[in-house]
Every structure is written in structure tokens, then in C-alpha cells.
């Protein structure tokens, strides 16, 4: 079965960086576009960025770019995100999501980063 | 990248039917049949209940139904149960390559 686990989130200091992991399994992970998507605590669901299955299509959301990148890895089977210059609206809940067609299918549980002084 | 517009709330009696609207522009909902709507519980992961406006994964109930005109995209829940109490959110491919969500609707199973 299809399985996504986040990792690398915690608490970090505004302008700090944080590197967080999605370890995929149960499918062809090469063959997916991968997304990250967050939710601030108590708010609604915000689209971060999205990578093609070979790596070489990204897109942001206007909220991060230039201080967030994605990447992933086909032959490790996972999906990266590198973020630095956090701020404190960047707190949320960070999860993967497998795409197809523009739509993600399967999610993962997510990581929460708590950016604060 | 402005949010699509959903209502903040909605409520229903169980049995009825309800429609949540999901609103945008030509560049967004209007302009892609690439709408999708995600159901989450309470502290629980988003699962996706339509894709490309109107199709439902598998075991995905067809009490559940999606529709769009013009800008604007819709979900309707038909014979609403209890365990339909969620909140609803939508999602559009965009002209800009990105994706957009809805801010998200809150749905009350009297």
C-alpha cells in the first residue's frame, strides 16, 4: 500500500533553516510528481510547491519562493524540502502528497515545524 | 495566487443534500477541469473525495458528487450522514502552473 512518512520537523528560530524528508513506498515513486502542502495551526490547507517525476519541473507558491527548494531523490525513494529564512508564518503542519493529473491522491501524516524565538 | 472563495460554513440535517460552492477565475476554476475537493476530519490527513471536477476515486461513496460552471465548482453530499462532519476543501490547477487551494468550509451534521 502506498505509504508516505514526513520527517525533520521541529523547532526552529525565525531566518533559521530546516530540512525536511518524505520517505514514499508502495508505488513507483519515479513515475509521480510529488507535492508539499501545508497547514498553519487551525487554518485551511496552502500549497507550497510541486516537483515532476524526473526532477526537472518545479513550481512555488509566491509565499516561498526563493527561501524554499524542493528536490527528491528516485533512488532513495524520497522527496525533500529545504527551507531557510523561516518565518513565523511558516508554522504549520508540512505534508507530502503523491500528484497525479493535479490532483493528490495520497497524503502523508505530516510534520510539524514551529518556527518562534 | 489568491485563495478560491468557500464558505466559512454550512450545516445540513442527516438525509439531506448539500452543495458546497468553490469559487475562482478564468484562470484558475473556469480555465481547467483540474478541480479537486479533500475531506479531513478533525486532526486527521486531507483524503481526496473528487478529482478533474466530477470523479470520485475508488471507495470514495457516490453520495458525493462534483460539478462546475463557469468559475465557480461544486460539491454535493446526497443522503447526509453523521460521519460526513468535515471540512471540505477545493483545489484548482492554475495558469500559472501552480495549484490553489479553497479556504476551506466546515460542514455541521445536525
Known amino acids: 500500500q502506498v505509504q508516505l512518512v514526513e520527517s525533520g520537523g521541529g523547532l526552529v528560530k525565525p531566518g533559521g533553516s530546516l530540512r525536511l524528508s518524505c520517505a514514499a513506498s508502495g508505488f513507483t515513486f519515479s513515475d509521480y510528481y510529488m507535492s508539499w502542502i501545508r497547514q498553519a495551526p487551525g487554518k485551511g490547507l496552502e500549497w507550497v510547491s510541486y516537483i515532476s517525476s524526473s526532477g526537472s519541473t518545479i513550481y512555488y507558491a509566491d509565499s516561498v519562493k526563493g527561501r524554499f527548494t524542493i528536490s527528491r531523490d528516485n533512488a532513495k525513494n524520497s522527496l525533500y524540502l529545504q527551507m531557510n529564512s523561516l518565518r513565523a508564518e511558516d508554522t504549520a503542519v508540512y505534508y507530502c502528497?503523491?500528484?497525479?493529473?493535479?490532483?493528490?491522491?495520497?497524503w502523508g501524516q505530516g510534520t510539524l515545524v514551529t518556527v518562534s524565538s | 495566487q489568491s485563495a478560491l472563495t468557500q464558505p466559512a460554513s454550512v450545516s445540513g440535517s442527516p438525509g439531506q443534500s448539500i452543495t458546497f460552492s468553490c469559487t475562482g477565475t478564468s484562470s484558475d476554476v473556469g480555465g481547467y477541469n483540474y478541480v479537486s475537493w479533500y475531506q479531513q476530519h478533525p486532526g486527521k490527513v486531507p483524503k481526496l473525495m473528487i478529482y478533474e471536477v466530477s470523479n470520485r476515486p475508488s471507495g470514495v461513496p457516490d453520495r458525493f458528487s462534483g460539478s462546475k460552471s463557469g468559475n465557480t465548482a461544486s460539491l454535493t453530499i446526497s443522503g447526509l450522514q453523521a460521519e460526513d462532519e468535515a471540512d471540505y476543501y477545493c483545489s484548482s490547477y492554475t495558469s500559472s502552473s501552480t495549484l490553489v487551494f479553497g479556504g476551506g468550509t466546515k460542514l455541521t451534521v445536525l
Open positions: 502528497a503523491r500528484g497525479r493529473g493535479y490532483r493528490n491522491d495520497y
